[in-house]
């Protein structure tokens, strides 16, 4: 029950689809009762009449063949019955793939959900996030954990009601029983061994979840292997780790089989022990029961209930085992779903969220400003200064100093650890994270492209721009010549990350989606580390033109120190 109580939350899942899911169960009760009981009970009722075995028919049956059939069983009743063959099996057909069709919609439903939970979650959550998780974890719980949610959530879901309530019934009667009978009672001594079940289940689930664990774990690391080698095919051969590469993935592989085969040893035998210990209780029972004087029909009706209790308590013992071996799976998505932000960015607290002004002034000063990405490690302390507007604000400092991270407590992707920062004069961190994202222009270090036409991935910067103020700003960032010789322009589709342009025409590609941008604050870290000086002269022409906005420029070129504006060296 603890192991099904963790799956609770995804049931919640199933309310988008919950008719079509319940249309399928009970075709589900449907095909059962189609096939379990239709032509057993034809067998048993018809066919004595048709055979003229009349005594073994049932009397209502015998009526009506006399009223409406004369008694005649080779006409009409005959082709009836005939054609009642066909009839159930149609109806056992259709309702097996009712049943089919209506638990794929729902289960289809429940995984694409809560993928896009999943997926949107990713969304949000703060970086400390991504340091801690591979890509392979993160794909994998978006694109496989949600199917073995399903597995619980939407194929057990039958079982969960039919496999307890059957135990019950059976259970049930056995206990009424004993209590009429005392040979009875005896025997049902002998079932007692049942609860004895319980800890070779217990065992073998404890055993399937270590695994679980296991492979999810060796599962991601083999997916970031795939990712890490089909992203950078060229380091890996420009450095020959080919044969490397391969020996670290068969090597996983083979820790994947072990775990694999293992799990599956130890599952396969949750059924086997559960039959062998279920038998030595009926030896038992059959033992006392005969001893005490059990009759032979009170031996019949106590094998068919042990029969019906063992049933269920073979499938319980495996959706336990199951249970257990989603636990891996499940603690991945849980630790997305639930992840808590200790590095306090986003939105401290609701209450003191302002909204931040349409117009702003884009005046940043840091206050006595530390920050530590690990405990004990500070990047800087106590920094204070002040980006006035209009100014133009270049860094430079050694390499790892931390004139990316101080620009990214300014987009708060990092809270500063200790003193704040103001905008405009007010704290930033009141402001909701995504409001000061829209209000400053960004070049990262390491732009990203996307695999899209040139046209879009500069209009990311605005994405109401028209195709003219795309093509302005492509030109402002001297990027227009190579577009324009691009095979097809503005609309070029332009790979993954963009690799089919140069390092410098990404990076004219960024500057241009910034400058579309049109925002009071500029950062641009490196931004121009890969252009070539007539470009890099372009770009400086236009930041001189700036006049009524903050710019932060992180750069170590000459350009950048003979720029003629404020200067802070960044030094610890
Ligand atoms: N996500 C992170 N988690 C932990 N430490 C980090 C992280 N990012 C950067 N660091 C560390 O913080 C320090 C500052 O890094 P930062 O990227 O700010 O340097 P930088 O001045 O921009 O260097 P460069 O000129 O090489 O770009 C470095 O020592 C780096 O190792
Ligand atoms: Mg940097």
Redo the contacts with the bound molecule.
């Keep these: 029950m603890e192991a099904l109580k963790r799956f609770f939350p995804y049931f919640r899942y199933l309310k988008y689809v919950w008719g079509r899911f319940a249309l399928g169960l009970i075709f589900g009760v449907l095909f059962s009762l189609s096939s379990g009981l239709g032509l057993p009970i034809m067998a048993e009722t018809v066919f004595p009449i048709l055979f003229g075995n009349t005594e073994n028919a049932p009397k209502w049956l015998c009526r009506i063949v006399e009223t409406y059939f004369a008694n005649d069983v080779s006409g009409g009743f005959l082709l009836l019955c005939s054609f009642g063959i066909p009839a159930t099996i149609l109806i056992r057909v259709l309702s097996g793939w009712a049943n089919g069709y209506y638990m794929n919609y729902a289960g289809i439903s429940v995984v694409q959900q809560l993928q896009k939970d999943v997926f949107s979650k990713i969304q949000d959550i703060p970086f400390a996030f991504f340091?801690k998780s591979q890509t392979g974890e993160i794909i994998a719980s978006v694109l496989n954990y949600p199917n073995e949610i399903r597995r619980v959530v939407v194929d057990m879901s039958n079982d969960i009601i039919k496999q307890p309530l059957t135990l019950i019934a059976a259970v049930s009667f056995l206990i009424y029983k004993s209590f009429t009978s005392e040979s009875f009672s005896m025997a049902f001594i002998g079932v007692l061994t049942v609860p004895i079940l319980i800890f070779p289940i217990r065992q073998i689930a404890k055993y399937l979840s270590k695994r679980s664990k296991q492979l999810v774990a060796v599962g991601e690391t083999l997916n970031s292997l795939v990712i890490e080698t089909v992203q950078s095919p060229m380091e890996v051969r420009a450095f020959n780790l080919e044969k490397r590469q391969k020996a670290r993935f068969s090597q996983l592989l083979d820790t994947f089989f072990t775990f694999t085969i293992k799990s599956v040893r130890s599952s396969l035998m949750i059924s086997p022990s559960i039959e062998f210990i279920s038998s030595v209780g009926f030896g038992i029972a059959l033992y006392l029961g005969v001893k005490n004087g059990m009759q032979q029909e009170e031996f019949f009706a106590l094998f068919i209930a042990l029969y019906m209790a063992y049933g269920p308590i073979k499938r319980l013992g495996q959706m336990h085992g199951l249970l257990r071996q989603l636990e891996g799976p499940l603690t991945r998505l849980e630790s997305i779903l639930n992840f808590e932000d200790n590095l306090k960015a986003g939105v401290k607290s609701k209450a003191i969220v302002k909204e931040i002004p349409d117009k702003i002034e884009g005046e940043i000063e840091f206050v006595n400003v530390s920050f530590s990405?690990?405990k004990g490690e500070a990047?800087f302390e106590n920094l204070n200064f002040k980006i006035e507007k209009g100014k133009v604000f270049a860094l430079s400092?050694k390499?790892?100093?931390?004139?990316?991270?101080l620009v990214n407590l300014i987009l708060r992707f990092y809270e500063p650890t200790r003193g704040h920062i103001l905008l405009d004069g007010e704290n930033l961190a009141h402001f909701d994270p995504k409001e000061i994202r829209q209000k400053i222009a960004y070049v990262p270090?390491m732009p990203l492209l996307f695999n899209d036409s040139l046209m879009e991935n500069i209009r990311i910067g605005n994405p109401n721009a028209s195709d003219r103020d795309v093509i302005k700003a492509a030109k402002e960032a001297n990027a227009l010549e190579f577009i324009e010789n691009s095979p097809n322009g503005f609309a070029t589709i332009i790979g993954e990350k963009g690799s089919t342009l140069s390092g410098g025409q990404r990076q004219r590609i960024a500057i241009a989606r910034a400058l579309l941008k049109d925002s009071p604050i500029l950062i641009f870290d490196?931004a121009t580390s890969a252009l070539d000086e007539n470009n890099r002269d372009v770009f400086y022409e236009w930041i001189k033109k700036c006049k009524d906005k903050s710019i932060i420029i992180i750069d170590h070129t000459k350009s950048a120190q003979d720029f003629p504006r404020e200067w802070i060296n960044l030094k610890f």
Excluded at 399 to 405: A, D, E, F, L, M
């Design positions: 340091k990405y690990e990047v400092g390499s790892g100093v931390g004139k990316s991270t270090q490196e």
